[in-house]
């Protein structure tokens, strides 16, 4: 027996097994109903497309969506489906924008710990140049205790004379502030390296997010356009044959 001698109730309990046992879904009764008139009458039954939306959108029962006993569940399982597809695409887009604003966020903490580190270490090297110039003032004091020929004692004596603070405490202080600058530095160059990391783990993030295939959301079709459009190319095809 060929399959066209198959009786109509056969073929809808066959599709109605696949879609309940072996994940048949829209595109497949789309393709269907486009390999013959009898397929196509068959595919677009409210039966087969009520099981459909049941078992695609459990959450919505059809009930719900029938406003008008004219409206096919096909027609229906189309409305539900943009509908849900757009939810998608909106869920996916504040996604999207939520690791975005993650990384400007990052962004700009990594700029404000750049430019806090960059302050801190000019303040550190005005430190240690002061620091130095203090020691040469120390050791200049210290000199001024032995004999030295006159030229060379009145410019070490014109340096000190030019340090306006004790000298041995003003060291002591720029030494405590020379390890606080650098606790400081220390502790941006650590806070830059956190920062870049988890800048690095939302750029990966937001990749694998773009990624997704609703990306192209908008460039795909609806399960009765596509039904359409295979229409309008086996047609084509058919007219190309015949000349």
């Known amino acids: 027996m060929s399959a066209s001698a198959l009786p109509d109730e056969l073929w809808?309990?066959?599709l109605e097994i696949g879609i309940e046992f072996y994940n048949f879904n829209y595109k497949d009764l789309c393709c269907l109903s486009i390999t013959?008139?009898?397929?196509?009458r068959l595919s677009s039954d409210d039966s087969l497309w009520s099981s459909l939306f049941?078992?695609?959108f459990p959450q919505y029962p059809i009930k719900q969506h029938r406003s008008s006993s004219s409206v096919s569940n096909k027609s229906l399982y189309?409305?539900?489906?943009?509908?849900?597809?757009?939810?998608?695409?909106?869920?996916?887009?504040r996604a999207v924008l939520?690791?975005?604003?993650?990384?400007?966020?990052h962004s700009r903490r990594i700029r404000e710990t750049e430019l806090r580190s960059a302050e801190e270490k000019e303040k550190m090297k005005n430190t240690v140049a002061e620091f130095l110039n203090l020691h040469k003032i120390r050791e200049a004091s210290v000199a001024l205790n032995?004999?030295?020929?006159e030229v060379v004692r009145g410019k070490q004596k014109q340096i000190v004379e030019q340090c306006n603070v004790p000298v041995n405490n003003r060291i002591h202080a720029i030494e405590m502030e020379l390890k606080l600058c650098k606790q400081q530095v220390e502790g941006f160059e650590k806070a830059l390296r956190v920062e870049k990391r988890r800048m690095q783990a939302a750029k990966e993030k937001l990749a694998s997010v773009e990624y997704h295939p609703l990306r192209d959301v908008n460039l795909a079709v609806t399960p009765i356009a596509e039904q359409a459009m295979r229409k309008r190319l086996?047609?084509?095809?058919?007219?190309?044959t015949r000349s």
Do not use: G
């Open 12 to 14: 809808r309990r066959i």
């Open 234 to 240: 086996r047609t084509s095809s058919s007219k190309e």
């Open 78 to 93: 189309k409305i539900r489906y943009e509908k849900v597809r757009e939810q998608k695409v909106l869920a996916h887009r």
């Open 98 to 105: 939520r690791i975005q604003s993650e990384i400007n966020e």
């Open 54 to 56: 049941s078992a695609d």
């Open 146 to 149: 032995v004999w030295q020929p």
């Open 36 to 40: 013959c008139r009898r397929l196509n």
